[in-house]
């Protein structure tokens, strides 16, 4: 490496050694304590990685491989969440089988994601796609509708009256359809549904018992909604009211459109229509101006005996509380606006003991926003649903030596003219026998959405080869929980509370062991693009990984991405600063050449507090920096003390994994530098009150030695017998001493 630094020689040279010798292979059998550290497996689009995928993959893999140096038997896998729109979009508009593309993809995905160096264990990679995977995904969805938490229900769905297909959210922009921008329109169907809000309540308590940042658990809970409040009849309409203290200024009720009581009043019919097309969020946007129509329906407050109206109004929701208000212009903003819109009176009232009116009137109960959760898709690139329709016995499960249902080829992937996935066009495939008394049945054809995969995919990697069962007990009981796991925090609700609800239904089943799947959850932020933008395809501002790789090497660029700034915040991405990552390299390999005896320095000492703190805090920028202080501070040294400079490359082997496994090397080591032992401070060498004291024999500088500041000459001599190198040609009384103190020793032996 004389004078210079060929990054790609040597990555290439440890990557290819550290795959030959496995040693990021996790160990289900070993007396170690485990750690398993997640990221959130990508999706493998056509366009391969893009510079924002690593950042997560680089900071948790700093943490791997200090876990690995802390002793731990460390689980970090990874795999590929193949099922998605972009790939069957893809194999709508080319007629290419969407199975050909994906293994195009993961193929070079896997190939960008080596050329970083991560200590991923790539004996367990997974893929949601493949049927060996998706067998247990379908076995996990037959378990929930025996358990009643899966059944057909109508769900609303977006639906492009144009292309005659139902559009994923993500497929509405705008409220208007993604590919040819016709106004999209609500539709009941019969669709899936997974009842996760018989789960909300514990989905939303046990967020107490794991380590997530606040803004998640905030999001989470505030997204399952838990309300506690009392449900009161107002005559035949039961109202659901958190502020039943409240009570005597309610002057009248307000039913949602889709009220059931509703439908009795045809003064109603044509605003219930208007209301329609309008989504939740339109129709509670604060502020906004306030419609409704009287029914022709008087009630009684139970509370004041009084006589009052009912009107319909599309503020109040019909799927949250009973659909139905008692309205309260006094104390409620919209209450007052809508009364304010109506002229109907506002009454002033003390508050009454909220308690005494529960129990006077009405009944305790805790409501949630959670809805059920729509899992039919008329789509093709997905799991088959494994159910099948007998007219005699009903919906039956495919059984388990049946599964999987293995997704058929067609001859189109767009969804049938009638809205129907292409699967419904498979009469032979849909045509089979029912599992129960054995006459014709039907298959369904809807798929999975795209988050079924992803459900229990960190499950499936402590023991991803299993064909007996989704994942041994064993290996389960080993490596769960999730101790560490990032991931964007645009997951925060689905994804994230998807798996926790997947993950407490197999809790229930006595099929895992730990009631949450993740112990702990960090969220990075975004790049951006060099003017701070957002970095998109379509303004084809992306970073190209594979080419900044080329260029600087993958240590700088890792370097770089752990430098760039704070992990959760988003930082634009700038390619000079490789340059000086790039530099960073070359200085801590210049230091190679000038080692000399000594111990480990009080800079290094105190680095090596700062970077273990540092990377359990995600403060992997000011990790970096503590680095680089440490290789000036020694550079600095007229000779580096060997000692220090193997604890540099050891605190510095989870950023830059190649050039100190390569300079480890060239200090005479045998082993990696990844299996050496993390390094322990001493606290008593962290005091600035300790010197480091240059050591000359003869004149000819052979190291250092640290002292307490102002030390005497004798106590420098004592000092450097313990060093044995030095003590070697230091006699404890040398014939000629001269000593600077704080600075220097001269030692005529
Ligand atoms: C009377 C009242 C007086 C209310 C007051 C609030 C303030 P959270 O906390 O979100 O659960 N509400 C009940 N069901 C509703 C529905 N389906 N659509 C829209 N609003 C509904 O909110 C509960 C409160 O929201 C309930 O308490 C009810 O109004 C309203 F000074 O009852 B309240
Ligand atoms: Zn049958």
């Known amino acids: 490496m004389d004078g210079e630094y060929d990054h790609s020689e040597i990555e290439k040279k440890w990557q290819a050694e550290w795959e030959r010798s496995g040693i990021y292979h996790a160990q289900d059998n070993s007396d170690k304590k485990k750690f398993y550290a997640l990221v959130e497996f990508p999706y493998p689009s056509g366009s391969g990685l893009h510079i924002g995928h690593p950042r997560p993959y680089t900071c948790m893999d700093i943490v791997s491989r200090k876990r690995r140096m802390e002793g731990y038997n460390v689980l970090f896998p990874i795999g590929w969440d193949a099922f998605g729109l972009p790939t069957e979009n893809y194999a709508i508009k080319t007629g290419k089988d969407p199975r050909i593309v994906t293994k195009e993809n993961t193929d070079y995905f896997r190939k960008q994601a080596q050329a970083f160096g991560f200590s991923f264990d790539w004996s367990r990679e997974i893929n949601t796609t493949d049927s060996a995977y998706y067998k247990w995904t379908q076995w996990i969805f037959t378990q929930m509708f025996k358990k009643g938490l899966a059944y057909k229900g109508k769900a609303t769905i977006n639906w492009c009256p144009k292309d005659k297909i139902g559009l994923a959210n993500e497929e509405v922009i705008d409220g208007k359809c993604e590919r040819c921008g016709t106004e999209v329109e609500k539709r009941e169907k019969e669709q899936w549904m997974l009842a996760i809000t018989k789960y909300a309540e514990r989905l939303s308590d046990d967020l107490d018992t794991v380590d997530y940042p606040a803004r998640v658990v905030a999001g989470q809970r505030n997204w399952i909604g838990k309300s506690e409040g009392a449900e009161i009849n107002f005559g035949p309409i039961t109202v659901f009211t958190t502020r039943a203290d409240t009570i005597y200024g309610a002057t009248y009720v307000v039913l949602a459109p889709e009220h059931p009581l509703v439908a009795e009043h045809p003064e109603a019919a044509a605003y219930v229509h208007e209301t329609k097309s309008r989504s939740d969020i339109e129709r509670t946007a604060e502020g906004r101006k306030k419609t409704g129509v009287r029914l022709d329906l008087m009630v009684q407050n139970p509370a004041t005996g009084e006589s009052i109206p009912v009107y319909v109004a599309d503020y109040v929701l019909g799927h949250y509380g009973t659909g139905a208000v008692m309205a309260v212009p006094a104390h409620d903003e919209r209450d007052a606006e809508f009364a304010q819109k109506f002229k109907l009176p506002i009454k002033h009232i003390e508050l009454a003991d909220k308690e005494d ?290 604890v540099l490359l050891k605190l510095l082997a989870p950023f830059a994994p190649h050039v100190t496994e390569e300079l480890w090397h060239l200090l005479g080591n045998k082993g990696s530098v990844h299996l050496e032992l993390w390094p322990n401070f001493d606290p008593s060498k962290l005091d600035s009150d300790t010197v480091t004291i240059a050591v000359q024999v003869s004149g000819k500088t052979r190291g250092t030695v640290l002292v307490k500041r102002g030390a005497s000459q004798e106590e420098v001599l004592i000092a450097i017998q313990n060093i044995e190198k030095m003590a070697q040609n230091i006699p404890i009384s040398p014939s000629k001493v001269i000593y600077v103190p704080n600075r220097v020793i001269n030692v005529i032996p």
């Open 357 to 646: 009116m529960i129990a006077k009137f009405g009944t305790k109960v805790t409501k949630f926003k959670l809805r059920d959760w729509v899992f039919s898709r008329q789509r093709y690139w997905g799991e088959p649903i494994p159910m099948v329709h007998c007219a005699d016995c009903g919906w039956q499960p495919v059984p388990d030596n049946a599964l999987p249902v293995l997704l058929p080829q067609v001859d189109k992937y767009e969804p049938a003219d009638n809205g129907e996935s292409p699967l419904s066009k498979l009469e032979d495939w849909i045509k089979t026998t029912c599992p129960a008394c054995g006459k014709e049945g039907r298959r369904e054809t809807d798929v999975m959405p795209n988050w079924a995969g992803s459900s229990w995919y960190y499950l499936r990697y402590t023991d991803p080869h299993n064909s007996e069962v989704f994942a041994s007990k064993k290996n389960l009981n080993h490596w769960t929980p999730v101790d560490w796991y990032n991931g964007g925090m645009e997951h925060t609700v689905l994804h994230l509370l998807y798996s926790r609800f997947w993950h407490k239904f197999l809790f229930d089943q006595g099929l895992v062991s730990a009631i949450e799947p993740y112990a702990k959850r960090t969220s990075h932020g975004l790049f951006l693009a060099a003017d701070g933008s957002k970095i998109s395809k379509s303004k084809g501002n992306g970073i190209d990984p594979m080419g900044i790789i080329d260029t600087y090497g993958a240590d700088a660029t890792r370097l770089y991405i752990a430098f760039i700034g704070p992990f959760e915040a988003a930082v634009p991405w700038q390619n000079d600063g490789l340059v000086g990552t790039h530099r960073f390299i070359e200085k801590v390999i210049a230091l190679s050449k000038r080692l000399g005896d000594g111990e480990v320095g009080i800079p290094a000492h105190q680095a090596i507090k700062k970077v273990s703190e540092d990377i359990e805090a995600t403060k992997f920028n000011t990790a970096v920096s503590t680095l680089m202080i440490l290789t000036n501070t020694l550079a600095e040294q007229p000779v580096v003390p060997k000692a220090s400079y193997e």
